[in-house]
């Protein structure tokens, strides 16, 4: 009898630790995947080309710059829109929203988090950019702003449900210690509450920025895809070009092996690099903070 | 109990086993798989239905992707019947000579590429020159072409699209080789037919071009004349049958090799005046 439960215990425990291990294994697996595909472009196509301004590949113009400037202008643009409204939800349903707000807000919130991105990019392309057209006297809706709003939309409710499940980890006798020494909600909500759920909040913040530079169908509708090099403010207000909707809009008609295939997956390994870029980052920000709270609780 | 109900599941699987065996027994149906061009792909497909009607023993199963995708697919055996809106490159013959495939080229209809702008847009004739000027960004306000003071929002189907390469070739660059003239970086690339005709309707600073059999009538079709001093003409079956109209192609369909059989059953099919009719219907412009 023993012995068996033993064996259970070992077997269980294995599986447990090889799902574990999957993990590393399939993105390892990914990155070679990545790189092996990939690196082979910057042999195909002249570098000069790959580090050119024009993006046309059935001429073998393969300037990576417009793309890349493209997905970071409409991410950036959803940062700017889903960090302050994704943290402020959070903070509304988990410090000061009553109970029964909370427990609507909180599914419905979820279930905007799980809109299929197409019907979200039929929104865009039907009421969002004949008004932003007409609101910003534009000469075409179809820019990177209205990919900014939209993925946005998608990032807000990963933000929210990360972070206020971070708030709300948060001992409530910090808020007590809080009012306690007369501070008021909102110096309780800023100056303790927050800092204390800071890595969860983070964590929320990276994910759902993770998700809008991932994003592609929508960004594929609504922003008019010219690959224009965006350097200036008002870029944000002008068509562009991200580097998922065109691995998505071209990988359907390559040639295997052609040059053109290996730029679409050079253009994959430098979004796996940005997203990897964007974990670490974030990673070893909670690891400070983590170790700056240890020093002030020891 | 338990064994009523074992003997009522071995009951059902024999069933269903008969079931199963009875549909392999009857007539085989041959299957033809047509893939390629999305400016074909409506008519492919009203094509396919109307043969199946009358001849049931034949399956037509036919799918889009643009004609890159078709070609490519009749050169590693996934289809048998490849339609285009271009004639085959130089690269995927060589391709198709390397796998043993031999393409053969059959006109099936003619396809007009309408430029088409906003209901609103005073503008209603532009030559093919003043056309290569706006879509290469040499012309950017409406004013310089006779309309309003606004900006021009230029609108293309995606690089990958054979009507993009079509009209690359027939106005940015008018039907010369050596031309190496661009579409302006600022050209919006869309996705489908569907996001120009969304964007041209609602926007009046718009330029768009797409085969005719997509365009609604709600938007306005520009005349196009070759040179400037030659009629401008609007597209129509006539004008495009007799050559007038500037912005014109033949369709294809391409088979590996000689068609047999139910393929050639089927391309002879199709150019009976039955099933040129379809294509008046649908737009497009029959070859007789």
Redo the contacts between chains.
Sequence with gaps: MEKSLHWREFIITQIIKLSGYSAIVFVALILLFLLNEGLPALGKADLSSLFGTRWYPIENYFGILPLVSGSLVVTFGAALIAVPLGIGTAVYIAEIAPRWVREILKPLVELLGGLPSVVLGFLGILVVSPYLRLFLNLPTGLTAFTGSLLLGGIAVPTIVSVAEDALDAVPRSYREGAWALGATQWQTIWRVTLPAAKSGVLTGVMLGIGRAIGETMTVMMVTGNAPVLAFKLGSLFAPARTMTATIAAEMGEVANGSAHYHVLFLIGIILFLISLLVNVLASSVIFRARRRAERILS | MKSIRRAFIFFLTFALLACSSADASAPPAQTIENKGSDTLVNLALAWAEKYQEERPDTRISVTG??T??GI?ALINGSADLASASRKISA?ELE?AQIKGVAPLEHIVARDAIAVIVNPNNPVSQLTLRQLADIYSGKIVNWNEVGGED??I?KLSR???SGTH?YFLETVLRLGDKNNKT??S???????SSE?IV??TR??P??IGYDGLGYVPSDLKVIAVAKEEGDAYVLPSIATVNDQTYPIARDLFMYTNGEPTGNLQAYLEWILSPEAQALVAELGFVPIK
Excluded: K, M, S
């Design positions: 992707g643009g890159g995708t490519a690269e391709e606004r900006p929002v995606e690089t990958n390469l661009f579409f970086p600022d050209t919006l690339l869309l996705p996001g969304a964007e609602q926007n600073n718009a």
